[in-house]
């Protein structure tokens, strides 16, 4: 293993399924611990990246789901 994580997508450009997969990974990385302090930061600083990417995607999906249903609440009218 090495003491860096492998190079990776710029995470703003991963699909929700992509950033959830890698933060899935990075997390169990962490627990079963880093080989050096430096890499652990690293993971971590990655994971929080990946977390705010989910929530970016989770946040758009409720936007268009609440957009979605006022389109249809105003067309029942």
């Known amino acids: 293993m090495t003491d860096q994580p492998a190079p990776v997508a710029d995470v703003g450009q991963l699909s929700f399924e992509?950033?959830?997969d890698?933060?899935?990974r990075v997390v169990a990385e962490l627990e079963q611990g880093a080989p050096?302090?430096?890499h652990s930061l690293a993971l971590w600083e990655r994971g929080e990246a990946l977390?705010?990417?989910c929530e970016?995607?989770?946040v758009g999906a409720k936007q268009r789901l609440d957009a979605a249903r006022n389109?249809?609440?105003n067309t029942e009218s």
């Open 18 to 20: 992509q950033a959830r």
């Open 22 to 24: 890698e933060l899935v």
């Open 36 to 38: 050096t302090l430096e």
């Open 51 to 53: 977390a705010a990417r």
């Open 56 to 58: 970016e995607w989770l």
């Open 71 to 73: 389109d249809a609440t």
